[in-house]
């Protein structure tokens, strides 16, 4: 029987392009922890989006809960991190370490089996379709239109988000620039991040109507489950939140609030908790939609018979074309994850990571 043999983390900071910002967050750099999990010769690979305390976190922690245990064994595996966690709290960056492992695992899993991890989580789609993400609020009005039309005219996305949340009238004025630029048959979505009071919010819901836009991200705090529910209409746009869920609990919260659910596999617990998830949102009659981590979001979302798309975030993107031959192409707006590469399809680059080390 094959058995985890050793689970190893790095982090790496990869600057941005230039100064990024949303409405509620300003940032010029974003950080990577990388996870391998080896087993029986072979290595899986995960990997999350948060500080690099996850790192010994995931040495000194985690690895002594899993090691020893069937390869194949990965939710065993996941419970009993979640075990071992018990005193450090569940939420926030024990989380998304959790998460790396249980990626990894999943992928060692897979890889044993000469898998890809989609089968083994057990596939519904032959495909699923993706949104351009980026549109940060620092972007000039020509930096913005640059990237809308790479998404849209040259990749072929149907469906592209930017963010708000400045001001009203610089956040109507984008979104007027964003639906002049990609014209009236693209999907066009909003992310504030949070940032407004649910007056404010509210007060936008029919300018952004008259606009087109059918998505309506974060309007107010996640915290604020009476503003979400108080801001959902039956002429749209949809409220999405959850991409600050990391267990259970959280999603279950949410779930009465929003149109359709976020989950971020990178910082919910991982594979196994994902499935947990929206198995829930599927239990209220809600899609499921990927935050972020686009190229590990495939997989799950291909096995997720509740799914509606996932975000091809731009950083994200960057980072895991740089870090990771294998990547998946969203050109055509949709993605196909392998059906016959091991795995999650993915090899790490070491040569090219290295130079962000931490």
């Known amino acids: 029987m094959t058995t985890i043999e050793r689970i190893g983390a790095r982090a790496y900071r990869v600057p941005a392009p230039a100064p990024e ?4 967050l300003a940032w010029d750099a974003t950080t990577i922890v990388v996870v391998h999990a080896e087993a029986g010769g072979g290595t899986g690979l995960g990997w999350t989006y948060a500080d690099a305390a996850c790192v010994p976190l995931i040495e000194d922690v985690l690895t002594g809960a899993v090691r020893g245990r069937p390869v194949l064994d990965v939710p065993a595996c996941w419970v009993a991190m979640r075990h071992a966690i018990r005193n450090l709290g569940r939420p926030g960056l024990v ?3 959790i998460a790396a492992v249980d990626i990894a695992l999943w992928d060692a899993a897979a890889r044993s089996l000469g898998l890809p991890v989609s089968r083994l989580l057990g596939r519904v789609h032959d495909e699923v379709a993706v ?3 980026g549109g940060f609020t620092t972007l000039s009005d020509n930096e913005l239109s640059a990237q809308l039309d790479q998404w849209v005219r040259r990749q072929r996305i149907p469906r592209v988000k930017i963010k708000i949340g400045e001001s009203r009238d610089r956040d109507l004025g984008r979104v007027a620039l964003a639906r002049t630029v990609i014209g009236d048959d ?3 979505y909003v992310d504030a991040n949070g ?5 404010e919010a509210g007060r936008l819901l029919a300018p952004l109507r008259d606009a087109g836009v059918t998505w309506f991200e974060e309007p107010v705090s996640s915290d ?8 959902r209409t039956t002429g749209g746009p949809d409220i999405a939140a959850g991409e600050y869920g990391y267990d259970l609990p959280y999603f279950a919260r949410m779930l009465p609030v929003v149109d359709c659910l ?3 596999v990178t910082r919910c617990g991982g594979y196994t908790e994902w499935r947990r998830a929206t198995a829930l949102a599927a239990a209220a009659n809600r899609d499921v939609s990927a935050h972020c981590a686009p190229n ?12 509606r798309h996932i975000e091809w975030f731009a950083d994200h993107d960057r980072i895991e074309r740089l870090f990771f031959d294998g990547c998946l192409d969203p050109a055509g707006g949709t993605v196909t994850p392998s059906m016959t590469a091991p795995g999650h399809g993915l090899t790490f680059r070491a040569d090219a990571a290295a130079e962000y080390a931490l």
Do not use: M
Not at 21 to 24: H, M, P, V
Not at 195 to 199: E, K, L, N, T
């Open 21 to 24: 910002a949303d409405g509620t």
């Open 195 to 199: 940032a407004y009071p649910v007056g």
């Open 224 to 231: 604020d489950l009476a503003g979400l529910n108080r801001l």
């Open 262 to 264: 976020q989950v971020d």
């Open 95 to 97: 989380s998304c370490a």
């Open 186 to 188: 693209t999907a066009l």
């Open 131 to 133: 949104y351009g993400s």
């Open 296 to 307: 590990l979001s495939a997989h799950a979302a291909v096995a997720t018979q509740n799914f």
